[in-house]
């Protein structure tokens, strides 16, 4: 009899919350423009040695959405490995899931994730967006300083599960369909 597995992935919400709130802190303690010498020094620093204007932005406060989007483009992919490392401790994954999974459906499926993750990577380090800029569906979110916060800390938890999904497109399911086509 076979006995059903749990499935989990575990989240770990004090890392997630921890590395989020510095995104709310920026957005509310940190002025729309940098006018004040600490302030300019701050912004000086991110255009010339960090990665400058890059992801979704606001000229509606262009200097605190800069210091937001540098701190995610450059935090967030180790965050993300550390996000990774703690859920990959606890996750229960039943295999069993994948036993239709056929090569073509494999290639498929990586094919799509990773043209996901490449849009996603593009926004994030090479085309800014300014998104008060946009009308109606995306202008809400470069309006508002709240909101324009709860998008970006959106986009940081996407980049912690583009690491879940690397694991399962590149190491995981290949194993499954390796070890499969090994008993045939």
């Known amino acids: 009899m076979n006995k059903k597995i749990k499935q989990s992935i575990p989240l770990p919400y004090l890392f997630i919350a921890l590395?989020?709130?510095?995104?709310?802190?920026?957005?509310?303690?940190?002025?729309?423009?940098a006018t004040s010498a600490p302030f300019t020094r701050i912004e000086s620093f991110i255009n010339t040695y960090?990665?400058?204007?890059?992801?979704?932005?606001?000229?509606?406060?262009?200097?605190?959405?800069k210091v937001i989007t540098n701190y995610i483009g450059l935090l967030g992919p180790i965050f993300a490995a550390i996000?990774?490392?703690?859920?990959?401790?606890?996750?229960?994954i039943d295999a069993d899931q994948y036993a239709t999974m056929t090569i073509t459906k494999?290639?498929?499926s990586s094919v799509v994730l990773l043209c996901f993750i490449y849009m996603i990577v593009s926004v994030s380090y090479f085309y800014p967006h300014d998104l008060a800029a946009h009308n109606l569906k995306w202008g809400l979110f470069g309006k508002n300083i709240l909101t324009y916060a709860?998008?970006?800390?959106?986009?940081?938890?996407?980049?912690?599960?583009?690491?879940?999904?690397?694991?399962?497109?590149l190491l995981y399911i290949?194993?499954?369909?390796?070890?499969?086509?090994?008993?045939?």
């Not at 996000?83 to 229960?92: A, C, H, I, N, S």
């Open 19 to 33: 590395t989020m709130a510095p995104i709310f802190l920026i957005a509310f303690f940190f002025p729309a423009n």
């Open 50 to 65: 960090l990665l400058g204007l890059v992801g979704f932005w606001s000229s509606n406060f262009p200097f605190s959405s």
């Open 83 to 92: 996000f990774f490392l703690k859920v990959r401790k606890g996750m229960v």
């Open 106 to 108: 494999y290639l498929f």
């Open 150 to 169: 709860l998008f970006s800390s959106g986009m940081l938890f996407i980049t912690y599960f583009i690491t879940l999904i690397l694991y399962f497109t």
């Open 174 to 184: 290949p194993k499954i369909l390796i070890n499969r086509n090994k008993g045939l």
